[in-house]
């Protein structure tokens, strides 16, 4: 600074800390610039990270709720095809259960057929003798012994004849009741059966769609959970650079302004002394003046 002074005063130079001045001032100018582009730093960290932040808490919402729908879909699908498979469960019973009736069904009718045709046979054999005997024995009236053997053999042939006929009321009487009730069971298989395979069919298309629905929204969650990891990832590398730099970002500041205030102070001081320098350098100028006269 001496030499600087010197300098100036050798020179005749109105401010003899010129330099010394423009030198602080250029720290000055330095100084406030790196300041300003700390803080636009800060500023561009605090703004990444709270941008970064509300997209993670979106990202993570989003997730949440596909992972909601998608286990709300699974279950639904895994509940309907538990159903269909009961249903289907149901229809194998009922088609086995109506194949054992139409193998009953099959037997009793031709147990019927053989029983009927035979009573029928037997009872148009009865029929025929009765009018064989009665014509007979109706002509030979000089036989009366005869008669009497006749009016037995008839009696006995009559009732053979009620007992044939009722045997075959009753099986025609049990073949229709038989009929009726494999008709009114089957009939409602059949109505059961085409309400199941329905069920079946709709159920199976619904379990199907939700499981479609499913592999697409988890295909949406694998991307949306990619874009977390990427904001994750972007985001660590923000404390890395912003975060961990914080409180060195603090401290440097409170240096900075402590150097820019000492430096302006400085500058102040030699902005005094300069003037108090050339106001001793015109003193003694006049005095030269002065004794050289």
Request: glycine share 4%; proline share 1%.
């Amino acid at each position: 600074m001496s030499s600087a002074i010197r300098l100036g005063e050798s020179s005749g130079a109105a401010d003899p800390f010129a330099k010394v001045k423009s030198l602080i001032t250029d720290m000055i100018a330095s100084l406030e610039k790196d300041a300003k582009g700390a803080a636009s730093q800060k500023a561009y960290c605090d703004k990444e990270m709270s941008e970064t932040k509300q997209k993670k808490l979106e990202k993570d919402h989003e997730v949440s709720k596909l992972s909601t729908k998608i286990d709300s879909m699974s279950a639904n699908s895994a509940k309907l095809k538990e159903s269909v498979s009961e249903i289907q469960s149901q229809l194998a019973a009922m088609a086995s259960s109506q194949a054992e009736m139409d193998k009953i069904r099959a037997t009793e009718k031709a147990d019927y057929d053989k029983n009927s045709a035979e009573l029928k046979v037997g009872i148009a054999g009865v029929k025929k003798a009765l009018s064989v005997l009665k014509d007979y024995y109706a002509q030979d009236s000089k036989h009366g012994s005869k008669g009497d053997s006749a009016g037995g053999i008839v009696s006995m042939l009559e009732v053979v004849e009620s007992d044939f006929t009722r045997d075959l009321a009753e099986i025609e009487s049990a073949e229709n009741s038989a009929v009726s009730e494999y008709e009114k069971v089957s009939y409602m298989n059949k109505v059961s059966k085409t309400s199941k395979d329905q069920d079946v069919k709709y159920k199976t298309k619904e379990a199907a769609g939700l499981d479609k629905a499913g592999s697409e929204a988890v295909s949406d969650r694998e991307g949306i959970q990619a874009e977390l990891d990427a904001l994750s990832e972007y985001e660590d590398k923000l404390k890395k650079m912003c975060v961990a730099k914080a409180e060195p970002y603090a401290e440097k500041k409170r240096r900075r302004e402590a150097e820019l205030e000492g430096l302006k102070n400085a500058l102040n001081i030699l902005d005094g002394e300069a003037v108090l320098l050339q106001e001793n350098n015109r003193r003694a100028l006049r005095s030269k003046h002065i004794q050289s006269a």
